[in-house]
């Protein structure tokens, strides 16, 4: 079956920098689009940014446009958030999750990390 793990979760102080990574498993992953979401306590899920199949085409939310910055490697089935200049208001739950590339929805989520950012 699909599988999406998380690492690289912790706590850090704010301006400092960390790094997600996703794992993914039982699916042709070069073939779909795959982002990273987060959810705040008390907040819904909110989305942070997305890569495309080959890597050529991103996107972020504006609240972290210019810190975060995601990629993916194909050959290892793996994606990443590169999260520098931190905030107190970055922490959350971390998901990352992936989709074929018409469908507008997610098909597949992994199990989170959580990300604490202290001041």
């Known amino acids: 079956q699909v599988q999406l793990v998380e690492s690289g979760g912790g706590l850090v102080q704010a301006g400092g920098s960390l790094r997600l990574s996703c794992a993914a498993s039982?699916?042709?992953?070069?073939?779909?689009?795959t982002g990273w979401f987060r959810q705040a306590p008390g907040k819904e899920r909110e989305f942070v940014a997305r890569?495309?199949?080959?890597?050529?085409?991103?996107s972020y939310a504006d609240s972290v446009k210019g810190r975060f910055t995601i990629s993916r490697d194909n050959a290892k089935n793996t994606m990443y958030l590169q999260m520098s200049s931190l905030k107190t208001e970055d922490t959350a739950v971390y998901y990352c999750?992936?989709?074929?590339?018409?469908?507008?929805?997610?098909?597949?989520w992994g199990q989170g990390t959580q990300v604490t950012v202290s001041s």
């Open positions: 890569i495309n199949w080959s890597g050529g085409s991103t």
């Open positions: 999750a992936s989709k074929w590339p018409l469908s507008s929805d997610y098909d597949y």
């Open positions: 039982g699916l042709t992953f070069s073939r779909y689009t």
